[in-house]
Nanobody, 129 residues
Framework: QVQLVESGGGSVQAGGSLSLSCVAS????????MAWFRQAPGKEREGVAT????????YYADSVKGRFTISRDNAKRTLYLLMNSLKPEDTAMYYC??????????????????????WGQGTQVTVSS
C-alpha cells in the first residue's frame, strides 16, 4: 500500500504562486507514475500533470502548460507542483496520485483518474481575482 500526504495549498491572488508537496510512503520500489489532479466544485477530477519515475517524462494539461512545473525527488519520496501565474480558474482541491502497475513507465499517457490506484486526501488551492 502507498500512502500519499499533500501539503502546501492555500489562498493567493491571481498572478501569484504556490508550491504543493506530496510525501509518499509504504512502498519499497520507486518505480511508479505520479501525478497531480484537481477537482473544482461541481466538476470532474482532471489530470493536471504527470511524471515518470525517472523524471525524464512529463505531461501537462493545456490549461496549465507553461505555468505549472511538476517534479519529484525519489530520494525524499516527494512529489512537487510549482504553480505560477495562478488564475481564478485554478481554484480546486488538488490531489496527489500514484500508480505502480506500469512500473513507472508510460506515465505521460496516464492522465485520467482510472490510471491511478493510490490517492492523497487533497489540499485546497483558492485563487482570488
Amino acid at each position: 500500500q502507498v500512502q500519499l500526504v499533500e501539503s502546501g495549498g492555500g489562498s493567493v491572488q491571481a498572478g501569484g504562486s504556490l508550491s504543493l508537496s506530496c510525501v509518499a510512503s509504504g512502498y519499497t520500489s520507486g518505480n511508479m507514475c505520479m501525478a497531480w489532479f484537481r477537482q473544482a466544485p461541481g466538476k470532474e477530477r482532471e489530470g493536471v500533470a504527470t511524471i515518470s519515475s525517472s523524471t525524464r517524462s512529463t505531461y501537462y494539461a493545456d490549461s496549465v502548460k507553461g505555468r505549472f512545473t511538476i517534479s519529484r525527488d525519489n530520494a525524499k519520496r516527494t512529489l512537487y507542483l510549482l504553480m505560477n501565474s495562478l488564475k481564478p480558474e485554478d481554484t480546486a482541491m488538488y490531489y496527489c496520485a500514484a500508480d505502480l502497475r506500469t512500473h513507472g513507465a508510460y506515465c505521460d499517457t496516464r492522465r485520467v483518474v482510472s490510471d491511478y490506484n493510490y490517492w492523497g486526501q487533497g489540499t485546497q488551492v483558492t485563487v482570488s481575482s
